[in-house]
């Protein structure tokens, strides 16, 4: 046994039987098959906590696992961990867990996101967990086989729906500003810029009253916008307006209406793309389109519509769980609301007067 290991930047990566540290990333056939969401005519009623650990070595490396022949979804990957039993905590659990699957004692740290996710045959909450450090050597002890990951490479190994998530909780960012209609340009540039400098990284540019009233300002906005995000190397999505996301090279957030009318991905794989979906049905379309992400609410209710009730977590949850698109909630919420928003499985938080600098 090595000594303890913090998990950044971490001292013992471990090695072992059944690792890899450069693994295919992709899956037979039928597993990758497994990976696509789609509608559960009568969705199960069984539920199954499932705790599962991000695990770094010394390099930054994440630790993922591939499922054995002979298991639901044989072949994908997935963040180490297992069923959690009756009585045991979150964090004894996932102690248990990598201690029989790996071979390591770990000291487990904050809660990352809690996804629930329905399949077939049950409906599961995947919860989470950093792992803060661990000492051992790492290896297959049920004869899986292990791959340790650059982070920025985790997306491009196949899945379990309920692991997605877990990659973007790691990789993207947990707020998403959404812009207020400019009165004056320069003042809200500034207020851009001055957002930009706090930390925003994923920006989506709304002005439909602009947009209408003046279509030359608008295109003369959205690039000044696209050029301060680019040199933040933030993303920018224009919402609706395709032409002008192609023209500028940038993300394009789709509003729910338009998801019907398109047959297939509008913007190159590069590009962000996203969606504002309020039901299954749009969540399922967004995915099937090859959306980044979603956008889903309104969670409470908000300054503007201050008599409207919000759908509330737990209705958020539900939608949630039948895709595995990362999804960040709006309506009412702010940064205050991050914790909340990601142990109901959300990616984030996305807001226009909570994000935008007063």
């Not at 450090?133 to 290896?139: D, K, L, M, N």
């Not at 759908?311 to 609301?337: H, K, M, N, Q």
């Amino acid at each position: 046994m090595g000594s303890w290991a913090d998990t950044a930047p971490g001292r013992d990566s471990g090695s072992g039987a059944g690792e890899a540290a450069q693994a295919d990333p992709e899956p037979p056939a039928a597993a990758a098959a497994a990976v696509a969401g789609s509608r559960i005519p009568n969705p199960p009623s069984r539920r199954i906590e499932v705790v599962a650990g991000v695990v770094r070595d010394a390099r930054g490396r994440v630790l993922l696992t591939r499922r054995t022949e002979g298991r639901d979804l044989a072949g994908l990957w997935e963040f180490p961990g297992g069923k959690r039993e009756p009585g045991e905590t979150a964090e004894a659990a996932l102690s248990r867990e990598l201690h029989e699957e790996l071979g390591i004692d770990a000291e487990i740290g904050a809660e990352l996101i809690r996804v629930p996710q329905i399949y077939p045959d049950k409906r599961l909450v995947l919860d989470v967990r950093h792992v803060r450090a661990w000492r051992g050597s790492a290896r297959g002890r049920e004869g899986q086989a292990l791959a340790w990951v650059p982070p920025h490479k985790l997306a491009s190994y196949a899945m379990p729906p309920a692991d997605r998530p877990v990659v973007a909780a790691l990789e993207q960012p947990e707020r998403y500003l959404v812009t207020p209609e400019p009165a004056d340009d320069g003042v809200w540039l500034a207020g851009l810029s001055a957002a930009l400098a706090a930390g925003a990284r994923r920006v989506q540019l709304r002005a439909p009253a602009l947009a209408a009233a003046d279509p030359a300002r608008w295109r003369q906005l959205a690039a000044a916008a696209a050029q301060r995000c680019r040199a933040a190397k933030a993303d920018l999505l224009i919402n609706a307006d395709l032409e002008l996301a192609r023209e500028l090279s940038v993300g394009l957030h789709l509003r729910a209406a338009q998801l019907r009318g398109l047959g297939e991905r509008p913007l190159a794989s590069g590009l962000p793309l996203a969606a504002s979906c309020h039901d299954a049905d749009e969540l399922r379309a967004a995915q099937a389109l090859g959306c980044d992400f979603a956008v889903v609410g309104s969670v409470k209710p908000t300054p503007s519509h201050p008599s409207v009730l919000g759908i509330g977590w737990e209705a958020f949850a539900a939608l949630r769980e039948s895709v595995s698109l990362p999804i960040y909630a709006i309506g009412g919420l702010g940064p205050d609301d991050l914790d909340e928003a990601r142990r109901h499985g959300a990616q984030g938080v996305a807001a226009i007067r909570s994000l935008w600098p007063a």
